[in-house]
């Protein structure tokens, strides 16, 4: 688990984390501590939802045969169709484990980030949580390719997004915005949000494992970790501002692909 430092941005009190560098020798210990720990809670994790997944699997299955069974005015039906309810809730949380636990290996190809964004706004306008979110967009039309795998930067877009929506309980505006960091050959996608922001207590933890703000039924605690550890794994960095009732923004930074020695994604043939 990376330390996570945190700084004052301001007079606004807004603040921001990322992993930090140049730790003292305690730190450091703590920090090699952390990592230690957080090896062995993966590989637990990996084995628990591995144990978990066969005899919930077992539990949906005869389930639904049950509620095949049962009339409709059967009295027993409703307790039949919570106990499934609940039993894909548990499916979820183990699928969150599983896909916490395994880092899948990169398959990275020159990809344009803006059409990322495009094809992952497109496929969720018609979310629920955005029907009444107003989406705006600010892309850098001459954005540099990224050297990075589609499908797993589309799962942290994902992630943002429904993320964002939450919080701000279906309603607001949510800004996406990318731009080229010359001076560092970076590219840098925003997330901005106009929610409850993150108390500042719970800032410095929002990457961290299992830690989540929302009710217990509403998430695992795991969508931002995956999130900072694919963004990790593509050389990347990910942030995020924000105060209470201010609203939040996540920033990602992505080196810029050396195009030449990346297949595009577009001339890529897929079998």
């Given at each position: 688990?990376?330390?996570?430092?945190?700084?004052?941005?301001?007079?606004?009190?807004?603040?921001?984390i990322h992993s930090g560098q140049g730790l003292e020798p305690s730190k450091t210990h703590e920090r090699l501590v952390s990592a230690e720990r957080l090896k062995?809670?993966?590989?637990?994790?990996?084995?628990i939802a591995h144990e978990l997944n066969t005899p919930l699997g077992g539990i949906l299955m005869y389930s639904h045969l049950l509620l095949g069974d049962l009339a409709e005015e059967d009295p027993h039906r409703g307790k039949i169709v919570k106990i499934n309810k609940l039993a894909h809730r548990c499916k979820i949380i183990v699928q969150g484990l599983l896909d916490f636990a395994r880092e899948e290996s990169l398959h990275p190809k020159a990809v344009r980030i803006n059409r990322i964004l495009r094809n992952v706004i497109g496929f969720l306008e018609d979310h629920v949580l955005l029907k009444n979110i107003s989406i705006q967009t600010d892309?850098?039309?001459a954005l540099p390719m990224v050297s990075g795998d589609e499908n797993q930067l589309e799962q942290v877009f994902v992630n943002l997004i429904i993320n964002a929506a939450q919080s701000m309980?279906?309603?607001g505006t949510l800004t996406l915005r990318t731009e080229f960091a010359l001076d560092m050959n970076q590219v840098r996608i925003e997330c901005l949000d106009t929610g409850c922001g993150i108390d500042d207590e719970h800032l410095g933890r929002i990457f961290e494992p299992f830690f989540t703000t929302k009710k217990k039924d509403k998430g695992t605690g795991l969508g931002l970790s995956i999130c900072h550890g694919i963004v990790q794994r593509h050389g990347g960095t990910m942030t995020v501002e924000s105060s209470k009732?201010?609203?939040?923004?996540?920033?990602?930074?992505?080196p810029a692909a050396e195009v030449d020695s990346v297949p595009r994604a577009d001339q890529v043939v897929t079998l």
């Open positions: 688990m990376v330390d996570q430092l945190l700084f004052i941005m301001g007079s606004k009190k807004r603040r921001r062995a809670t993966v590989r637990v994790a990996g084995e892309l850098d039309p309980d279906g309603t009732g201010q609203g939040s923004t996540f920033s990602i930074r992505l």
